[in-house]
């Protein structure tokens, strides 16, 4: 079964700094896609980033972007220019490719910026 | 427009109330999901309904009823709830008709914030 892996349950950033949030996942499938999901406490998930296996080239929209390896099974999002919007619970997500694959959720990290 | 809509966005009740929580989303998208959020905690698959019909039932109780009478509608029919049912219920779509990129990408609603008494 795969599973999603976030480590650190409470991160900090200064405003305007660079902060890393981990994640690490377990498939044995070739054909999948990650995500990165925002929840700020007005508790909506809105999406931040999308990566698909397949692709080599790391996803960015803006201040983030990702640390794909492939091979390590680590998927790392960095958050650039720190803002006091992103402060937020972030999940990182795993799924398979095809119609039947479903969203396998990490606990999430809490991040807060500091103003 | 990547909007999925919920109502009501705060729904208390009683145990032995009937209430029902709906979805909607206008951007043709086939799959439509319904999830369980508990406070720090990540989503809860529920029910996943593909091209309107019901394909995964995550052995959800049967006090919780989906239905999906078309294409861009789901709702969630609520029936002697319990306590322990309080949670924020979460919506989501996706498009379900191509593989890869933006089709395979689930968008969420804002979700209802259930208490039950």
């Known amino acids: 079964a795969q599973t999603v892996t976030q480590s650190q349950p409470e991160m900090s950033v200064q405003e305007a700094e660079t902060v890393t949030l981990s994640c690490t996942y377990d498939t044995s499938e070739s054909d999948y896609y990650l995500f990165w999901y925002k929840q700020p406490p007005s508790r909506q998930m809105i999406l931040v980033i999308r990566?698909?296996?397949?692709?080599?080239q790391n996803a960015t929209e803006n201040r983030f972007s990702v640390n794909f390896q492939k091979a390590a099974k680590s998927f790392s999002l960095k958050i650039s220019d720190s803002q006091l919007g992103d402060a937020a619970m972030y999940f990182c997500?795993?799924?398979?490719?095809?119609?039947?694959?479903?969203?396998?959720f990490g606990k999430g990290t809490k991040l807060s910026v500091k103003p | 427009d990547t909007e999925v809509t919920q109502t009501p966005k705060h729904l208390v009740m009683g145990m032995t109330n009937k209430k029902s929580l709906k979805c909607e989303q206008h951007?043709?998208?086939?799959?439509m999901y319904w999830y369980k959020q508990k406070a720090k905690k990540p989503p809860e698959l529920m029910f996943v309904?593909?091209?309107?019909?019901?394909?995964i039932n995550e052995s959800v109780p049967s006090r919780f009823s989906p239905e999906c009478p078309n294409s861009s509608l789901l709702n969630l029919h609520l029936h002697a709830l319990q306590p322990e049912d309080s949670a924020l219920y979460l919506c989501?779509?996706?498009?379900?008709?191509?593989?890869?990129?933006?089709?395979?990408?689930?968008?969420f609603g804002p979700g209802t914030r259930l208490t039950v008494l």
């Open positions: 951007m043709g998208h086939r799959a």
């Open positions: 989501a779509s996706r498009d379900g008709r191509l593989a890869g990129g933006p089709a395979d990408t689930q968008y």
């Open positions: 990566q698909e296996a397949y692709k080599q």
């Open positions: 997500a795993y799924r398979r490719g095809g119609s039947q694959g479903n969203l396998i």
């Open positions: 309904y593909s091209y309107e019909k019901l394909s």
